[in-house]
């Protein structure tokens, strides 16, 4: 008989499905400029949350997916003020942020941070089925377990497209079909 504790095995078994969400690059094209008044504009010219009427559509036929919001806003906005941005339909299923995981100094540098908070986040709650859209999910190789691959659960988007992309909008349906069970029809 051995002394040696076998190391414990993380189990990823919350079932509710999680969006991971972000809004620049994301929910609309660029990123957001905050004047000293506190008022917000695009580096692009282009319209706050131009695509979030499109993530309300996608939405729509699955009332149990959540939000959690990973938007760099977190860092200069309270939560509130953050999620008062949202239309009612996607404020409704925010039930929590990535504000306060911190990333580690290598990750920074290398350009994997969303990520790794992200991932962070994932273990923390156990979720089993998540995605995330960000135009910042970088490294899903690097930082992928034996346990967890990250690349079926990032979509990185062009921020020059959000999820405005064609492909990144069927990403989206894919996952949506695969954790209710249903089947796209896509190849």
Known sequence: MSNESKPRTLVLDEPVPTLFVDYDGALHRGHALLDENGEISL?????????????VSLLEPWPEVEIVLTTSWLSKL?????????????SKRVVGT??????????????IARTYIIRTYVFKHR???????DDSVYGARDLSTDFLALDSHLVLLDSRRG?????????????????HGADTGSA
């Not at 949350?49 to 499109?54: C, G, I, K, Q, T």
């Not at 990333?103 to 540098?109: E, M, Q, S, T």
């Not at 069927?170 to 079909?177: E, G, K, N, P, S």
């Open 127 to 133: 979720l089993k089925d998540w995605l995330a859209i």
């Open 43 to 55: 580096d692009t010219g282009n319209p706050l949350f131009e695509f979030a009427p499109l993530l």
């Open 78 to 90: 309270s939560v509130e003020q953050v999620v008062s941005y949202l239309p009612a339909q996607l």
């Open 98 to 111: 990535t504000q306060g995981y911190r990333a580690r100094f290598g990750d920074w540098k290398i350009g």
């Open 163 to 179: 999820i405005g992309d064609a492909q990144a909008q069927q990403r989206i349906r894919d996952w949506l079909a695969k954790v």
